[in-house]
């Protein structure tokens, strides 16, 4: 459905702590300057986790990771974008990961500010991270033939 034959992808590597707005109310912002990417990037990307280790403040079972910056392919009914299921792994210092996500988020390209919420598998905000580290993947696809892609498909269905 996506034509990414040249391969085009950006990798962006978040600290918790290097977070730039304060994230006591559970929601992490990252600014990404504006030189960091090329103009010549496609429109048409999806981001994914490509690894993740996580040490939330308090013990539970798994985390959700929301990219609040939003997907046009995916539906939650509380309008989160998960594009991540953290799962405690290591016991003994409470930590979770995520070894390459299998969730492509088709999302706005080249973001200058990335938002993460934590969210607990009661619905709620984790409200601090103790800890952590997260590589996301943006991959560009060819905008003209991904656009006629998906006009070859839809066609087809109203003939």
């Known amino acids: 459905m996506y034509d990414n034959t040249l391969n085009i992808k950006d990798y962006v590597t978040l600290f918790i702590h290097e977070a730039d707005e304060n994230p006591s109310n559970g929601i992490y912002t990252w600014r990404i300057p504006s030189t960091y990417y090329t103009n010549q990037r496609s429109t048409v990307c999806t981001v994914s986790i490509v690894a993740a ?3 939330p403040a ?3 079972n798994s985390v959700l990771i929301d990219y609040t910056n ?3 392919n995916s539906y939650n009914k509380n309008q989160r974008y998960i594009i991540g299921h953290a799962q405690l792994k290591d016991h003994a210092n ?3 990961f995520i070894d390459k996500g299998n969730i492509q988020l088709l999302t706005n390209a080249r973001p200058d500010t ?3 919420r934590f969210v607990k598998e009661n619905d709620g ?3 601090e991270m103790s800890n952590g580290t997260i590589t996301l993947e943006f991959c ?3 905008a003209e033939s991904t656009n006629a892609n998906y006009h070859n498909e ?5 003939k």
């Open 53 to 55: 280790n996580l040490t």
């Open 70 to 72: 939003g997907g046009v």
């Open 140 to 142: 560009y696809y060819n």
């Open 58 to 60: 308090q013990t539970h």
């Open 94 to 96: 409470k930590s979770f």
């Open 114 to 116: 990335i938002t993460l």
């Open 125 to 127: 905000l984790e409200k």
């Open 154 to 158: 839809f066609t087809q269905t109203l």
